[in-house]
């Protein structure tokens, strides 16, 4: 795999210093500088770069200039509505990493991503403005690009919790009872280098360099305290948070999480997202767990069904999205209605209906999915898929519904093959770092 080539390539990286950022030099200049900025961005919120519009003509928005605020109750990212591209990556931490060097990181990690949120590079002299005799700050690769509506998430893994590393760090007995390694499903194949995690970042943008450029520089702040364990490129999103967006399609052609809880369902947020305010431990209130797993989808298969077949697999039409008995794409399935043969419209092992909330005692998830592709396996197969990424206030959620899919028809044409759960604390206000009321 791609993760696991690349790994390699990292770890001889951590081991040199000669790469690493300087960012000794830019903590003290590049507070004042944000505290400058910061609260311009923070008041604007999802801000478009043009201010003065004449009111009768349609605003056009410079796709560079959306920025989404870093700070806030909760992490952006989650549901901010779903960009085009995503890099996802997971981190081990070092086995002499001691908690004062993770603490050091996440406060750099902070202030990093809260700059490259704003379209900015990662310290003040960036790519060109440091000493000619050292390595730049930032790889430049970005430069003048945008924010490209970037958001920056973070996560914690149980490992980072338990057995000799959670002692060294000081947090074993902090570690939510809800955060341990998912189990093992049916039709499972994991691949343990590309499953799991201590720590990761979730960068989503509308435009893959601006993504990719955020998850560089992050690892890049973390060498010698941390080290890639696998990474996820991610294209064509395949789950929207707003109704106002229409429902992407995956790469097997049909409308995907349809049922999906949206930014705007305040009361399903809380209900189904959100971790409570009396929360156990508290460090987690208002934060949300957050569930990846990559999914290879059989796509010659798939293509070879016949167009009757993949609708009953799916439970939907292909066109519209609606569900098989009748209607439109939101139009709510009904799982009595028959065709005039009297068979069931919607198979009872279709993805829809044994997937959907009636059939999970009311359960939702809030997902942010997206396509890949990585080239032909030696087969001359494509080796594709959906690097699926859920949010709901209790792991158990993602649980029940997995295994309520044990007998789901759909599970012919893919195979799971990753597979992470990272707790993702609540935002951070202006000041604090990602994970300071863990640590503090």
């Known amino acids: ?6 790994q390699g390539s990292a770890r001889s990286q951590q081991d040199g210093a000669a790469g690493a950022p300087r960012f000794g030099r830019w903590s003290r200049r590049g507070v004042l500088g944000l505290a400058g900025t910061g609260v311009a961005g923070a008041a604007v919120g999802f801000v478009a770069g043009h201010a003065s519009v004449d009111e009768a003509m349609p605003a056009v928005v410079d796709p560079a200039t959306v920025v989404h605020p870093f700070h806030g109750e909760h992490q952006a990212g989650i549901t901010t509505p779903v960009q085009e591209h995503l890099y996802f990556a997971a981190f081990d931490v070092r086995d002499t990493t001691t908690r004062e060097d993770l603490v050091e990181l996440l406060k750099a990690w902070t202030e990093a991503a809260e700059r490259l949120t704003r379209g900015l590079e990662v310290t003040e002299d960036g790519a060109v403005d440091g000493p000619v005799l050292l390595p730049p700050d930032d790889t430049g690769e970005a430069q003048d690009m945008g924010a490209h509506a970037l958001t ?7 490992s980072l919790f338990t057995g000799e590393k959670g002692k060294r760090l000081g947090i074993a007995d902090r570690r939510p009872a809800e955060l341990k390694k998912l189990p093992l499903f049916a039709f499972d194949l994991l691949e343990d280098p590309i499953s799991d995690g201590d720590l990761c970042i979730q960068a989503c943008a509308d435009d893959p360099q601006v993504a990719m450029h955020a998850i560089r520089n992050l690892s890049r702040i973390g060498f010698g305290t941390v080290r890639v364990r696998w990474t996820q490129l991610g294209f064509g999103k395949t789950a ?69 077949e993949q609708q009953r697999v799916i439970g939907r039409d292909k066109g519209e999205g609606a569900p098989l008995s009748g209607g439109l794409e939101f139009t709510d ?25 009636e059939m999970n005692n009311g359960t939702r998830m809030l997902r942010r999915g997206y396509n890949f592709v990585e080239g032909n396996n030696a087969l001359g197969q494509l080796s594709a898929g959906l690097f ?10 993602f649980i029940d519904i997995q295994n309520n899919l044990r007998g789901d028809l759909l599970n012919e044409y893919i195979r799971h093959v990753g597979s992470a759960l990272f707790a993702v604390p609540a935002g951070t206000a202006e000041g604090e770092y990602v994970g300071q009321r863990l640590f503090g």
């Open 333 to 357: 399935p009904v799982f009595a209605a028959k065709n005039e043969d009297g068979s069931l419209a919607i198979d009872v092992d279709s993805h829809v209906r044994l997937a959907h909330p």
């Open 152 to 158: 920056v998430t973070f996560g914690f893994g149980p």
């Open 1 to 6: 795999m791609t993760e696991q080539s690349g």
């Open 240 to 308: 929207s948070t707003d109704r106002t967006t229409p429902t992407p399609r995956n790469l097997f052609g049909f409308k995907d999480g349809t049922a999906n809880v949206m930014a705007d369902e305040t009361a399903a947020l809380e209900e189904q997202v959100w971790v409570p305010d009396d929360a156990t431990p508290a460090w987690m209130a208002g934060g949300s767990y957050m569930v990846t797993r990559k999914i290879m989808m059989t796509i010659e298969s798939w293509d070879r069904a016949s167009l009757a």
């Open 388 to 397: 699926f990424i859920c949010f709901q206030r209790d792991p158990q959620q």
